[in-house]
C-alpha cells in the first residue's frame, strides 16, 4: 500500500486504495480503520521531523500492537473495533451481492433494493460527519420509499453490474458511479442486509460534491447546514428557523403544515451544544413526525447512545435511533430546525 516506498502510509495513498476493488474483506476492513484512524495511529512513535503528520508507519503500528497507547488514548483503542465493524459491513454487503445479484445480476435481480423498498431503520450513518444529508435522506424515506428506489438505475454489461446512475431530484443533479469497494462498504455508511442503496446514494452525493476522485471525508465529511442536505434531495427550497428567536405557536404551526400535508415535507433538525438528555451534538437529526403533543425524531445513526435515558419529563427512547419529545424540550435542546418548502 505505500505506493511511493517512502515508509509512510499516506492519508492520499489510503484514499486511493479505498476505491480499488481488488483489495477485499479482511484487508479492505484493515484500509478502512486505518484510513479514519490514520491522525491517531500516525502520532504513536516519534519517527519525523516536527509534527507527526506525513501518515502510518511500521514503527506505529508496532507501537499500537504493544497496546502502550491503546490502553490510554480511547481513539486509538477503537481501532480494532472499527476493523471488526468494518468486517462486519463487509460480510452483509457480500451476502446481499452473492444473493441477489451483483457481479452476476439478471434482470430480476435486486442487490440494491432486495425487500422491494428500502427501510429507514436500515438507514445507519457510518464514521463520516454526513449527518446532514442522511438526515435528510431519512426523511425522503419516511415520506416515500419508492422516491428512493426511483433515484438508482442499475448499469449492465451483460449480466455484470459496471456502474450505478443516481438521479438526485435536487441540486446535485445526476452522477453515475462504480459499485462500491469493499472499502468504501467498510469505510462509510451501510444499510446491511436491506442492499446497497445507502452506499451507492453516499457515494454518488460525494462524487457529486467533490468529483470521482475527490476525498469523501474532505467533501462532504466535515458537516455542512441542514439546507444543503435537503436542497440535495429536492427542488422546492428550504426555510431555516433559529429556534432561539423563532416563537413555540410558530414552530408548531410549521411543523404540522410539513409533516402533516399531503405530501410531507423533509424537515431535519439540529444540536448544537451538549444537553441534560445526552442526544449527540454537532449533529443533525431527522424529524418524522409531530402529533400536536409529541415531536418524532430520529438520529441517523439508527441508535441512541446508551446514556441517553430511557424516559424523562417530556421525552421518550424508542428503538432504532428514534425518540419522542415534547417541542418545548425540542425547542430548549435544538439550535435549529429547516423545513423543505
Not at 446535485?172 to 469497494?181: A, C, M, N, Y
Request: net charge negative; hydrophobic share 35%; proline share 5%.
Amino acid at each position: 500500500w505505500d505506493t511511493d516506498a517512502d515508509g509512510w502510509l499516506s492519508l492520499p495513498e489510503l484514499t486511493v486504495h479505498l476505491r480499488d476493488p481488488a483489495i477485499q474483506g479482511d484487508d479492505a476492513a484493515a484500509l478502512s480503520a486505518l484510513h479514519h484512524k490514520i491522525k491517531d495511529l500516525e502520532e504513536l512513535s516519534n519517527d519525523e521531523v516536527g509534527d507527526e503528520n506525513d501518515g502510518v508507519t511500521v514503527a506505529d503500528l508496532l507501537q499500537y500492537e504493544r497496546g502502550q497507547a491503546a490502553t490510554q488514548d480511547p481513539s486509538v483503542a477503537s481501532v480494532d473495533g472499527e476493523h471488526a465493524a468494518g468486517k462486519t459491513a463487509i460480510m452483509f454487503a457480500d451476502l446481499v451481492r452473492r444473493h441477489h445479484g451483483g457481479e452476476h445480476a439478471t434482470a430480476n435481480s435486486n442487490e440494491l433494493f432486495p425487500s422491494g423498498a428500502p427501510s429507514l431503520d436500515a438507514l445507519r450513518q457510518g464514521r463520516l460527519g454526513d449527518c446532514y444529508f442522511l438526515a435528510a435522506l431519512g426523511g425522503m424515506l419516511a415520506r416515500d420509499p419508492n422516491s428512493v428506489v426511483r433515484m438508482i438505475r442499475r448499469n449492465l454489461d451483460g449480466n455484470r453490474v459496471t456502474s450505478y446512475t443516481v438521479t438526485f431530484p435536487g441540486a446535485i443533479g445526476v452522477h453515475r458511479v462504480k459499485p462500491p469497494t469493499d472499502g468504501e462498504i467498510a469505510r462509510y455508511s451501510s444499510s446491511g442486509i436491506d442492499g446497497l442503496w445507502l452506499p451507492v446514494i453516499e457515494k454518488a452525493y460525494s462524487q457529486g460534491r467533490g468529483g470521482a476522485t475527490a476525498d469523501r471525508q474532505t467533501e462532504i465529511g466535515g458537516g455542512d447546514s441542514l439546507s444543503a442536505g435537503i436542497d440535495a434531495l429536492t427542488a422546492n427550497g428550504t426555510d431555516t428557523d433559529d429556534l432561539w428567536a423563532t416563537d413555540m405557536t410558530t414552530t408548531k404551526t410549521k411543523l404540522q403544515n410539513a409533516l402533516n400535508g399531503r405530501p410531507a415535507k423533509i424537515v431535519t433538525a439540529g444540536i448544537s451544544s451538549d444537553n441534560d438528555l445526552h442526544l449527540p451534538s454537532g449533529h443533525a437529526y431527522t424529524v418524522l413526525a409531530f402529533d400536536g403533543a409529541m415531536m418524532t425524531l430520529r438520529n441517523p445513526w439508527g441508535y441512541n447512545p446508551a446514556d441517553v435515558p430511557a424516559t424523562a419529563t417530556g421525552f421518550e427512547r424508542l428503538p432504532n435511533g428514534q425518540f419522542k419529545m415534547t417541542p418545548e424540550l425540542f425547542d430548549d435542546i435544538f439550535a435549529d430546525i429547516t423545513y423543505e418548502e
